[in-house]
């Protein structure tokens, strides 16, 4: 829920309420983020964003001392806050930036947990930048946190950016805080090979002009790169690796601070395991927006070989999305009231194969879903012209071996009967390059929470 500064004032709380201020703020996955934090640490309370102009800070922050116990701010908000606080935490101070605010006993006090969300990130995927050399593009309110964090685990930190002379700016600025760290300038051109971590504050590569990209390319050690960016869910910084090259976008720093502001506010803990089901939820709500405003729809379809685990994973990607998920075979069976082997034997293949067309014209028709396909499914263009109608039709590439342990005890494949691991891979060969060719996204992935990742970051 966003507010207007008129329904602001006119909000009466009914049970503890929390804010997010920010000028524009249309597009916040704030609310969401926070209801779901809410409801995993039994908390009864509100968030809302509210529009705030850059003029009417002071009177927002006013009333939300009568109003609320505590509030988030982001842009242009968290340095201006500060004229309206009664105490700043002393990172905070340093960093120049407030994101988190707790109302305690008339007094406002606050923090910055952003640079708690970058920390814990890389804690999450067990980098250590003790000892490394780590490349900060930018020089933004966003780059000051990580390199300072960076800085202060002791990386050998180099800022770059299309202007030097704001990046010397910040690096005076960072010595002066942490005079005892390496803290350098350089041009992207000039950037060590043995740099091991790069990270992003830059908003290069943000939906829409997602082409955007700091650097045109990555030092040749690069193991990490981290962008606070995480729409696209995959950016152009982090297409720039290779596949030795570990990535991740700007969503777990969004729960991650968003976990910690929860934690000052109301004292709630939460475990990596709670964590990742918010993101993946996140990550869900992010996708089905990018289907909507760049795709024009509103469907994912999966397709690919019999055992690639499109049920199992289609049934995972609804739950997050929160939406209906519908197996196409199971569609089918309910549909004719038979079992896919009994059809086969009846009409053969060719005449399942009609009657698979005829559940997908009726399937295209839904909005919404989740739908795992059947393995022969796209063998017929017209069946994917229907899917892609209303979907986006992605590929899941699994493995042949993990394909194999999948149908190792299946009996019920029409297709299988004999030699069934021979007939598989000479099946597996045929079909791998159709649906490549049907499909407009390909993943890759041994586990199944490896897999629904990939999904999401590929829309």
Known sequence: MILTMDEFRAYQPSRTTFALFGHPIAHTMSPELHASLFRISGQNCDYFAVDVPPEQLGEAMQIAREKCKGLNLTIPHKHAVFDHLDAVDETARDLGSVNTVLFNEGEAIGYNT????????????????????????????????????????????????????????????????????????????????????????????????EEGCPLEKLPQHTKYVFDAVYNPPKTSIMKLGGRDVRTRNGLLMLVQQAAYAETIWLGTQFDNNSLNGVLRRLAGEMARKRLHDIYGKSNIVLCGFMGSGKTTIGRKLARALDCEFIDADHYLEAREGKRISQIFDEVGESGFRDIETDCARELAEKQGCVIALGGGAVLRAENVALYKKNGILIHLNTPFYRIVQNLSRDTSRPLLQGDKEKQTRTLYQKRKPIYRAAADRSVTGTRISELVDAVFASI
């Open 114 to 209: 952003d640079i708690l969300g970058f920390s814990g990130s890389l804690e999450f995927d067990h980098i250590n930048p003790e000892g490394k050399i780590a490349v900060v593009c930018g020089y933004g309110g966003v780059s000051r946190v990580m390199a300072y964090h960076l800085a202060a685990a002791d990386a050998k930190v180099i800022l770059t950016g299309r202007n030097l002379g704001k990046a010397k700016t910040l690096r005076n600025e960072l010595r002066e805080m942490l005079p005892d760290k390496d803290i350098e300038i350089m041009p992207d051109t000039q950037l060590p090979r043995a740099a091991e971590i790069v990270v992003n504050g830059t908003p290069l590569g943000m939906y829409p002009h």
